[in-house]
């Protein structure tokens, strides 16, 4: 079954203390991205990864760090979380989208992972 | 640069009755849109998206949308609502900065299906 996968899907943990979520795609996505969902601000992307050891800012990147050493895995690391970075994080695959090509941008979502930071 | 605007963050209806989820949008360049679907506690699903093909798109359990280039809009309907419709509806805009894609989320629009 074409999924994406993160874990833990629960997490409470303390001001400091380093974290990191896990996100997998088995669909051969170059694409992945990481989004925070807060309430009336919708989605707001972290980091995305165009493809295997490429990876950029998204809107809101400060606090978080990601790497993308194999295709499938795209991991977000809080090193030392703060309490503003309590919210519900989001892992997102795609085959991308470029200019010219066939792609269409759809994104797969995980289920999100909850964190809160005390 | 690029943005939505879901001009309603909650639209209650009865149940059998249509919906209508309003979306607008700019963009530099000719844009996608899709449309997600938010049930409690899951992912984002996606239910239809518009990339430069005909404008009137089908989705998926009934809905649809229209994009309307003149008005710089693609709002979402469903003719007769059911209570499994009842989640949060987030539009997209996904348009190009050089070679990458990027997507920009809308707020959302939490659906209320009622009695």
């Known amino acids: 079954e074409a999924q994406v996968t993160q874990n833990p899907r629960y997490l409470i943990t303390v001001t400091g203390k380093k974290l990191t979520v896990t996100c997998s795609q088995n669909?051969?996505?170059?694409?992945m991205s990481w989004y925070r969902q807060d309430p009336g601000l919708g989605l707001r992307q972290i980091y995305y990864s165009m493809n295997v050891e490429v990876t950029d800012k998204g809107d809101v990147p400060e606090g978080y760090k990601v790497s993308r050493k194999e295709k499938r895995n795209f991991p977000l690391i809080l090193e030392s979380p703060s309490p503003n970075q309590t919210s519900l994080y989001f892992c997102?695959?795609?085959?991308?989208?470029?200019?010219?090509?066939?792609?269409?941008?759809?994104?797969?979502f995980g289920e999100g992972s909850r964190l809160t930071v005390l | 640069a690029q943005s939505v605007t879901q001009l309603d963050s909650h639209v209650s209806v009865s149940e059998g009755t249509p919906v209508l989820l309003r979306c607008n949008y700019s963009?530099?360049?000719?844009?996608?849109l899709f449309w997600y679907v938010q049930h409690p506690n899951k992912g984002l699903q996606l239910l239809l998206k518009?990339?430069?093909?005909?404008?009137l798109v089908k989705g998926i359990n009934g809905f649809e949308a229209e994009f309307k280039k003149s008005e710089t809009s693609f709002h979402l309907t469903k003719p007769s609502a059911h209570m499994s419709d009842a989640a949060e509806y987030f539009c997209v805009v996904s348009g190009f900065t050089g070679t990458a894609s990027k997507l920009t989320f809308g707020t959302g629009t939490r659906l209320q299906v009622t009695l």
């Open positions: 997102a695959s795609s085959f991308g989208f470029r200019r010219g090509g066939g792609e269409t941008g759809e994104l797969f």
């Open positions: 518009y990339t430069s093909a005909a404008t």
């Open positions: 669909m051969n996505h170059e694409y």
């Open positions: 963009s530099s360049y000719s844009p996608s």
